[in-house]
């Protein structure tokens, strides 16, 4: 893999002089052209030996092109914010917007190759983080970003040439870093894992560049026409295409039975029973949302359902029994400016909860599959590969200890349009009754599909979906409620049981 | 202040039943016209002795009210990332948008409480704490947030026959938290302190509502009735204004003249003189960037000037100087949806530099004084005012060890003109000019007079203006540097200087 970047590539002055001056030029124009279309961000990540040029060529860009459309990140040390979410938090939160560029330094392939040459983990996490990059990168490019990926490169030799050169040097003695040394020391570990990650994550859509880091006249220009390229290519792609694609459409049931249709609706608890009930699970809640072992978890409940169907009612009876300063409740409407400007989930990942806190989503990141799909907001190949994604976004997330609860409230087509007359009568509801409302129940059928395949595709064990019989509110608060307990309780036994194992595992060392 | 406060306010619970249907109903409708109208948000401050109720008041305004358009804050321990950005950071990312409301515990009060009864400092720091209070809430207001200040008390007697009763019940005896039992010993302090903050800070667009904490359906009904009104009337103004007071504008000149006319736009610099220059300052400007001092500091440059005055250019010089992993360059443009929901210095709050890093504006809040001036983009309130809160902003930067340095570029109209011409002319700059920047040209006079204005209110001692002669490009780039090193040189003298001084204090004691 590394083969052709030990061969001594370079380039003499002169025709590096003679050449630079063009680029520059279609680089910029690039650039402006970027801007001016704001459809996708460049992602430019950038890793490799120590000592091989990546701090030069990365400056050399920025004074090539206009550094105001550049954001240059680094990932070194994670902050105590970062440490309390999911570990890919901390590069959804840089991500650059569309029309701009973003140069990742230290970014997730650093971070698994530190790890695994140091021995904090073997293969099996290795191969794990790759495949979780590999996800990343390829939602994405899905969601239109172009992701350039450069490997900077050295052979020992070099590097060696490069060290000593540097040491015999009194005036550049003090450029040569820990890490250059540490690297020295580890390179033919860092290079065999590196060849394990870069052979797996060369994809057709974000490929890896090797470049020969010795000569920096070869290297920066290589650098340089591979970003003109890949952005000329991907501008005029841009340009011509209106959208991308076609996906088949899901095959609906030939029986035209549902799971919905399955719910008992009759479904019904007394009032006496009720506040008995919602008395007993509200304060179980509330203990469980105090235990210590919370601190290690967070909690994230989601509420799609009917209109109508009591989201609100059962999010309110949620919140009644916990301390404010613990929730938020998170109402999804259209999003913003500058949510559009990222990808589909950058606008949930911003409300992720840090660990020991409970966000309550009122609508949520499902509205893809749902009234997206249905109303025709996104693409047909957008929604279908919005269940792939949204099952790794879960999975990230119960990974991290955060404990996902998933509500699907249901009424029955009568009962909503006595809702919706109740609604228009009583006075201080009538805000929450809207043209829009009538319309969705147009299309009923549409989003009772939606509905089905959202649960087939996404109710998984780490994290399933709860269809709630919602036309009695009584016994829709509560079962919401118990639920939530339930799965709590079930996180808390878990990392019990691990511990336990882990204390075994020590003693018997 | 406290005084009707301790006299044992309470309600029956048959009055309280009877009025919190209605209470709730008009809450919810106030509220709904809130979201609706997005024209301003909402700010509780929650303050108090422990134990007066202030918890279980919020806890209660969430039941009563839509959780939904609620943000709860708490702001205790800072995080390492708040703790190297200036103080007010926190709370300027926890704002509320318009149209939402944002109930902060653990505010700018309660931190300045704790650090004055803990003996952390003296009077004068807490009163430089409450003008810093006091202008915040200013500014706020005046870009439209309503604010309710609420004071919880309980008188010492009240305090410690609360304790004693929790304490004699098992069951409750949980409840008591640590710093009940602290505030216990330091009530008098608190309250000596917490009188002085309430005397200092209560204003006609911010004033205090001291609530009896004792009778859990009196607070409860008082807090409710209180937002209620102040609720319906900010909605009833807002509905029928259409734009706020007047100010008369500021007097020109009598005789014309203006600082741009006594700048010496003769000035340049030979190529060999601005190419030994210009290496000179960068290396500067790179060794004092690596100066471990400079991790107690952050740096920020303002770059305005005319359209063609080569800020672009200059910046990039800058940026030639440093590690792209350094620095940040912002380009400001028209706001976002989201940064308009927010008052005007929020955008800018966000890109603030953490210690040890550098942001360069390109364009910056002073578009308030001069493009929304000149265009009228922004009432004329509003523009007058910013020249106090932007003082206020800067100083703010200043305190916490930020370095701000802001240039004007300014040249003559023909060399605009030349500028312009040219860059019709060469194909990869032709992007650079617009139909706008022939319409600001005819604005000329316009932008002079808010250039002077704008110099003569913001040019202070901690944050001077530096008005840069460039005509000549080379002249220009190389003052910009010179200019940046010599500020960072004068803090790092500065900060010497301080602690030269306490080392000797702390020998001398």
Redesign the interface.
Known sequence: MFESAEIGHAIDKDTFEAEVPALR?AL??AQ?ELQ?QKRFPVIVLINGIEGAGK?ET??LL??WM???????R?FDQQ???ELAHPPAWRYWRMLPAKGRMG?F?GNWYSQMLQGRVHGLFKDAVLDQAIAGAERLEKMLCDEGALIFKFWFHLSKKQMKARLKALQDDPLHSWRISPLDWQQSQTYDTFVHFGERVLRRTSRDYAPWHVIEGVDPHYRSLTVGKILLEGLQAALKKSRSQSSPGHVAPLPSAVDQMSLLDSLDMSLALDKADYEEQLITEQARLSGLMRDKRMRKHALVAVFEGNDAAGK?GA??RL??A????QY????IAAP????RAQPYLWRFWRQIPARGKFTVF?RSWYGRVLVERVEGFCSTDDWMRAYGEINDFEEQLSDAGVIVVKFWLAIDKQTQLERFQQREDI??KR?KITEDDWRNREKWDLYRTAVGDMVDRTSTEISPWTLVEANDKRWARVKVLRTINQAIEEAFAKRDKHEKKDRKNRKSK
């Open positions: 030029e910029l124009e402006f001016q701090g990365v400056k920025n004074e206009d550094p105001r459309l550049i954001e240059v680094t902050s105590d914010e140069v330094f609100g999010i309110r919140a009644a916990l301390d404010p300063r938020s409740i998170v109402p913003t400016e500058d949510e009122d006075p201080f805000f």
